[in-house]
């Protein structure tokens, strides 16, 4: 199922774009704290596996990467504060809420996400993660950026630029079994703004309920 992660290198630009660990002023204009919503995928299988990947990609990724393992649904954006001015759009109040609802109208089940394998984008490696609600929320969201929607579970961030061949060539190296993550909640999370690497703090849920 996953053999094409990490060999399709010829479908990709040709180099990854090396990261800073800094504080990116300049992106988030003053803003404390950045939201999204995620379906968090904490668990020890999970954590060994997004450990294991940044022990055989150490030469290539920033040392810190201190996030919880999720898979992201929707970029909500940062939390309005006074005299802030940043580059995206502002998640307000409104707009959390407009989410929240259009999640709880799916009604959604408890789900099980598979997770393995690797692949890459030009910032950051990932592990895949395959599950239909996943993408049927991201849509219900209004999540599509500039590519198709991949869920993923994130390794860390280049610290090299380097030929993306090299990083298919990589990547061949290493395996991990694949890990089953029960979802019986989305979650409201909160980073830093002014860390690109820091941990995530959980701000709201919805529960998914059984038979639904």
Do not use: K
């Amino acid at each position: 199922m996953w053999a094409d992660f990490g060999m399709n290198w010829q479908a990709w630009p040709m180099l990854t774009i090396a990261c800073d660990d800094r504080d990116f002023t300049e992106w988030h204009g003053g803003a404390r704290h950045i939201l999204i919503w995620a379906a968090l995928v904490d668990t020890d299988e999970v954590r060994a596996a997004v450990e294991s990947a940044r022990e055989h990609w150490a030469g290539v990724l920033l040392p810190r990467y201190e996030r919880q393992p999720h898979i992201t649904v929707r970029y909500g954006g940062p939390v309005p504060r006074e005299g802030a001015v940043p580059m995206d759009p502002l998640y307000t109040d409104e707009r959390v809420a407009a989410d929240r609802a259009t999640i709880e109208a799916l009604r959604l089940s408890p789900f099980d996400v598979r997770i393995g394998g690797w692949s890459t984008f030009e910032m950051v490696p990932y592990l895949h993660a395959e599950a239909p609600e996943l993408g049927l929320t991201a849509g219900a969201l209004g999540e599509d950026l500039l590519r198709p929607y991949v869920p993923h579970v994130t390794i860390g961030h280049y610290a090299v630029e380097a030929p993306l061949a090299e990083m298919s060539a990589l990547g061949a190296g290493w395996s991990w079994p694949e890990a089953v993550v029960r979802i019986e909640r989305l979650s409201l999370l909160r980073y830093d703004a002014a860390d690109i690497a820091g941990p995530l703090t959980v701000v709201d849920e919805v529960p998914l309920t059984p038979g639904v």
